[in-house]
């Protein structure tokens, strides 16, 4: 059964960071790209970064390149998302997301609320 658990978001003001982490499981973690997402009350859900199998990573609009990393460690079956420099309009829930030959999958999200 695959599972992705994110963790490690909350309430900060701007300009400060969180490092949000998803766990996962039940498929072989290392061969698959792992992407984030987030979705804005009222908004669409909107693709934030994604990293390759090989690490190779890309990012979405110029609005976080610069201030999103996302990393993974394969030996922990986790891929993060640091954030430096957040700002009101990064408020969101954020997902962790997979594309398997089998199907996609979903984590339940994490709160990012950025607020002063």
């Known amino acids: 059964q695959v599972q992705l658990v994110e963790s490690g978001g909350g309430l900060v003001q701007p300009g400060e960071s969180l490092k949000l982490s998803c766990a996962a499981s039940?498929?072989?973690?290392?061969?698959?790209?792992m992407s984030w997402y987030r979705q804005a009350p009222g908004k669409q859900r909107e693709w934030v970064a994604r990293?390759?199998?090989?690490?190779?990573?890309?990012y979405t609009t110029d609005s976080v390149k610069g201030r999103f990393t996302i990393s993974r460690d394969n030996a922990k079956n986790t891929v993060y998302l640091q954030m430096n420099s957040l700002k009101p309009e990064d408020t969101a829930v954020y997902y962790c997301?997979?594309?398997?030959?089998?199907?996609?999958?979903w984590g339940r999200g994490t709160q990012v609320t950025v607020s002063s």
């Open positions: 997301y997979v594309n398997l030959v089998r199907g996609v999958h």
């Open positions: 039940g498929f072989t973690f290392s061969s698959y790209a």
């Open positions: 990293i390759t199998s090989g690490g190779s990573a890309d």
